[in-house]
């Protein structure tokens, strides 16, 4: 049985990953801050899937913190064998109105949560000479987006991190891959109003939005067997907007 750990899990994407993986029996380590819905996730992977899963409510920004809870799940499982970079968040407005606060909000979650878990994590899979790091950047990090310069930005970011990591470790048996969603249906885009949200269809191959589901599937391919020789690539998951 395998292990991994996701962050940014309680809900929309990350929470659609941890099923997948729950369903493929790997043990879970799920991180997020919201502690009810964790509470609900684990009760009802645990039940439906028999893995065990260990939940983390915190700030995935916070250095220290993240050392602690990757300490802790190596502690109980003894082995990492998969990391899902998921975490983020948006906080959307042109560049003259952005705070300094807002820009970091934004870059430390989207960001250096991506720097502190992967490096915590590295530490555990160069020792037994195998892991996985998924990191999940987004579509607007390759072609930008109006009104979204911190988060663009810090998804942009994510993509020169991965490629670079994936050349530090891949000696190593270590694959580091990003996975870039397009216009996916979840609790942050169905906040948009449907001006919005029929431009984005009209520029979509496919015409319609993506799932969670459909962004879990890639993410699950890249951690496995199956994509052994696959390291360093980004992979876009946008019904072929860009």
Known sequence: MKNAIITGASRGIGKAIAYKFAQNSYNLGLIARN???LRSIKQELEKNYNIKVEIYCADVSD?????????D????????DVLVNNAGITDDKFLLRMTEQDWDNVINVNLKSVFNFSKFVSKYML?????????????VGIIGNAGQTSYSASK??????????AKELGSRNI?????????????MTEKLNEDIKNYYLSQIALRRFGSVEEVANVVYFLASDEASYIT???????????
């Open 35 to 37: 502690e009810e819905a």
């Open 63 to 71: 250095y220290k913190k993240s050392e602690e809870i990757v300490d």
């Open 73 to 80: 799940f190596y502690k109980k499982f003894n082995r990492i």
């Open 127 to 139: 020792k037994q000479k195998f892991g996985v790091i998924i990191n999940i950047s987004s579509v």
């Open 156 to 165: 942009s970011a994510i993509i020169a991190f991965t490629k670079s990591l």
């Open 175 to 187: 694959r580091v891959n990003a996975v870039a969603p397009g216009f996916i249906l979840t609790d």
């Open 232 to 242: 360093g690539q980004v992979i876009i998951v946008d019904g072929g907007m860009v």
